[in-house]
Nanobody, 117 residues
Framework: QVQLAESGGGLVQAGGSLRLSCVVP????????MGWYRQAPGKQRELVAT?????TTNYVDSVKGRFTLSRDKNMVYLQMNSLKPEDTGVYYC?????????????WGQGTQVTVSS
């Protein structure tokens, strides 16, 4: 069982910044996709940003220009700038990892991000 470990959430005022980190254990050559999702109270979990093995990034429109996703070997980071109250939620690290011919999805336990107005 692959366990993703997140860190870096917290409370910040609007306009502030936070950096989320996640450790994805295992063979990096088996990582198809890495990234972050979030879930706001009363809402469904949504994609925030992902990066493929080839380095292609994808961001939800609401964070473009403010958030930056990066990775380094087994680490994936989300730099969040110009935070807004609507960015509040639980942020989950995500990884899709190949096990032979099968692609499995893995999630972290989540880290709370709260942006006050």
């Amino acid at each position: 069982q692959v366990q993703l470990a997140e860190s870096g959430g917290g409370l910040v005022q609007a306009g502030g910044s936070l950096r989320l980190s996640c450790v994805v254990p295992g063979n990096i050559f088996r990582f198809n996709v890495m990234g972050w999702y979030r879930q706001a109270p009363g809402k469904q979990r949504e994609l925030v940003a992902t990066i493929t093995r080839g380095g292609t990034t994808n961001y939800v429109d609401s964070v473009k220009g403010r958030f930056t996703l990066s990775r380094d070997k087994n680490m994936v980071y989300l730099q969040m700038n110009s935070l807004k109250p609507e960015d509040t939620g639980v942020y989950y690290c995500y990884a899709q990892i190949m096990s032979g011919p099968v692609a499995d999805d893995y999630w972290g336990q989540g880290t709370q991000v709260t942006v006050s107005s």
